[in-house]
């Protein structure tokens, strides 16, 4: 049988556990017009909380309502590519070129010198404006009275700020001319906040946040049911408490949950049922799954002090005091105490009580626990004892 999760990076779901109301309202501003609030919008939270799900699934509520969607991720260059889409191009433009220098003998033995003939830019600047154009043609050719463009963008960060800032000035302008668009972006909270803060960018603090966080263990469940029973096989209530469990509420570890025990039962040759046995073996290779894919590159985009914080964290089994994390760093309270803001800003910590701290990303305290650099603080903190 076809395996209905799918643990894939983007890939949207069968089921779109716990957003509902998210994908509700947006369906709802986009009947309500030009200048509902809806239609600007930007969606941060941890990595594997289904960002570029979300972008997804609002893409196909615009579609279903015939409006025309274009999804970019923001690296360099990403509004040439948004210009070229709206105006049905597909060659490359040049952005930049630059020529050549020329080198000249100096009369009388006194040796050469460069002359250089500078540099030709042929777009930058006017970025917004050849945007605005080409959406407005494109609005143009289109019965605005039941149809619109709706522009999506992924992994916003500040390093794309310039060109962040020409699609920004270029959305307001065609917002004010009341033109039927919707634009939403997406990022990990620490970067999109950054943007959203920036002095030129004011207008985009207007737009509705939409923070993903865990799903309602509940939703799970049922989505677990739903799934398996319609795509063919049977499972029982404690084999489906378990899965539920497993994920913690972290949305990816639905669908690598889901992904691993559907193997596991199909290795197995079990037909249409699940058992406990694919299900133990299914969360135990999801677990392996999410530190490759979620835990190595969050801890890796850490900055050292970062890393140290968590590695302290991971000494206990439970809810760290904060105080206990800057005597096992041998820092100051207050040291310390940036970096639990910072660790909490991107998602990767939550503050559990007044002066305890815990894990937000699911199994993180045993993905650490797996590095020899864990069990090196452990003995530091053995000997300072």
């Known amino acids: 049988m076809a395996n209905p999760f799918k643990p894939t990076a983007g890939m949207t779901p069968p089921v779109l556990v716990g957003r509902e109301s998210d994908l509700d309202d947006f369906r709802y501003a ?147 001319e009341r033109r039927n668009i919707a634009f939403v972006f997406a990022g990990l909270p620490s970067l999109v906040e950054d943007v959203v803060n920036d002095d030129v960018l004011t207008f985009l603090r207007r737009a509705e946040r939409r923070h993903l966080g865990d799903v309602p263990l509940p939703d799970i469940w049922s989505a677990f049911e739903t799934t398996i029973s319609d795509s063919g096989k049977n499972v029982d209530y404690e084999i489906l408490n378990r899965l539920t469990q497993a994920t913690n509420g972290y949305p990816f570890m639905i669908q690598l949950v889901g992904y691993w025990t559907w193997r596991a039962s199909e290795t197995a040759k079990r037909g249409d049922r699940i058992t406990m046995e694919d299900a133990d073996s299914g969360i135990r290779q999801a677990k392996l799954k999410l530190g490759d894919m979620v835990h190595g590159p969050i801890y890796d985009g850490l900055t050292a002090m970062q890393k140290d914080y968590l590695l302290a964290m991971s000494q206990d089994d439970g809810p760290s005091s904060t105080s206990e994390i800057a005597r096992r760093l041998e820092r100051s309270a207050q040291y310390a105490s940036v970096y639990r803001a910072q660790l909490i800003k991107l998602d990767i910590i939550t503050a559990s009580d007044y002066g305890f701290v815990d894990f937000k990303v699911p199994h993180m305290r045993e993905y650490l626990r797996s590095h020899a650099v864990h069990h090196q603080m452990r003995r530091t903190i053995e000997d300072m004892a």
């Open 30 to 176: 986009l009947d309500d017009g030009v200048g509902a609030p809806g239609r600007l919008m930007y969606l941060t939270g941890a990595r594997g909380v289904g960002k570029t799900v979300m972008l997804n699934a609002l893409g196909d509520i615009a579609r279903d309502q015939d409006w025309l969607v274009i999804d970019e991720t923001a690296e360099r260059g990403f509004m040439d590519r948004l210009i070229r889409a709206l105006n049905g191009e597909s060659a490359t433009r040049t952005v930049k070129y630059q020529t050549p220098g020329l080198t000249l003998d100096i009369p009388g033995g006194l040796g050469q010198a460069t002359v250089n003939l500078g540099a030709v830019e042929l777009e930058h600047g006017e970025l917004s404006l050849d945007f605005r154009h080409a959406m407005t043609r494109r609005l143009d050719g289109m019965d605005e009275s039941r149809r619109g463009i709706l522009i999506t963008l992924d992994e916003v960060q500040s390093s794309s700020i310039d060109e962040i800032r020409a699609l920004a000035v270029g959305v307001q302008h065609l917002i004010r």
